[in-house]
């Protein structure tokens, strides 16, 4: 998969993508990660990429031309390039939204800066506009990383043969379970003993629990959308009724 970034600031980009398991996928040639600067597609000798807004305000606003001929030349390699635009703006990016994009060979990023972007470039050249969460960043930049990240490792062969993006948080609806390591005891704090069993049906069923109940008091919200089998029913039960037990005994 080709992910194309087109930026005022491609510095930003070289030491994250680097390291760790996106570097190894570039290295491997399971993604390609190419940075563009806008600012070598500017019309003028001084290269401007931005100027006042029509009707007057604070800030810049950056020129439809410099973003057109960028995304044009990206086009003029591949037709089908999928244009994205992050923005504060756009649909809010989640598993499911990177999980369809992972299924386009090639993304091209735009990454906006300074006010925003002349609205022609949306109305032209943008397939879909995605917000990385419901705050401001000072550029899509970082938004661009978050994006390549986690569409990446959704890529055959990118987290290797032994790990899998299926037992992700979110991938079922769910938040994941505890893990532990060691040793057995930290100040007291002991791993939990099923975990300790070789006991592998007793230590899924306890996953599955804990899972259940992690997304119970942290993300409820994420319940009404999971695909609960009648197990999970019956341990969501087991877990109101700990609840109710665990109250019991604080308030006594
Ligand atoms: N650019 C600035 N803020 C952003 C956000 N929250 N998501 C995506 N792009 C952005």
């Known amino acids: ?12 980009f070289s030491s994250p993508f680097r390291e760790s398991i996106i570097g190894r996928a570039i290295e491997k040639g399971l993604i390609e990660v190419r940075t563009i600067n806008i ?5 003028d000798k001084h290269r401007v990429v931005d100027d006042t ?5 604070q800030g ?3 020129k439809v031309e410099p973003i057109a001929r960028a995304i044009e030349w990206v086009k003029s390699q591949n037709p089908s390039a999928w244009t994205v635009h992050l ?4 649909k809010p990016f989640n598993q499911e939204l990177a999980s369809s994009l992972s299924s386009r060979p090639h993304l091209i990023l735009l990454c906006g800066r300074y006010e925003g972007v002349d609205e022609r470039v949306r109305e032209l050249f943008v397939d879909e506009e995605i917000s990385i969460g ?8 970082l938004a661009a990383m978050v994006l390549i990240d986690v569409v990446a490792r959704l890529l055959p062969g990118v987290l290797g043969s032994d790990r899998s993006a299926a037992e992700d948080s979110f991938f079922n609806s769910l938040l994941e379970y505890p893990q532990y390591t060691r040793p057995l005891d930290f100040r007291g704090k002991c791993v939990p003993e099923v975990l300790l069993s070789g006991n592998h049906a007793a230590i899924a069923l306890w996953r599955r629990k ?11 919200d994420l319940l009404a959308r999971a695909n609960l089998s009648e ?3 019956r341990l969501m039960e087991e877990i109101l009724q700990e609840r109710e037990t665990d109250k019991g005994g604080d308030g006594a």
């Open 53 to 57: 807004p029509y009707g007057g305000g």
């Open 1 to 12: 998969m080709r992910f194309d970034i087109l930026t005022l600031f491609p510095d930003m």
């Open 231 to 233: 197990e999970d029913r």
């Open 134 to 141: 419901d705050y401001v960043l000072t550029g899509g930049e």
């Open 60 to 62: 810049m606003v950056m």
């Open 39 to 43: 600012r070598d597609f500017a019309l």
């Open 210 to 220: 804990e899972a259940l109940r992690r997304t119970l008091t942290r993300r409820p």
């Open 87 to 90: 923005t504060p703006q756009g």
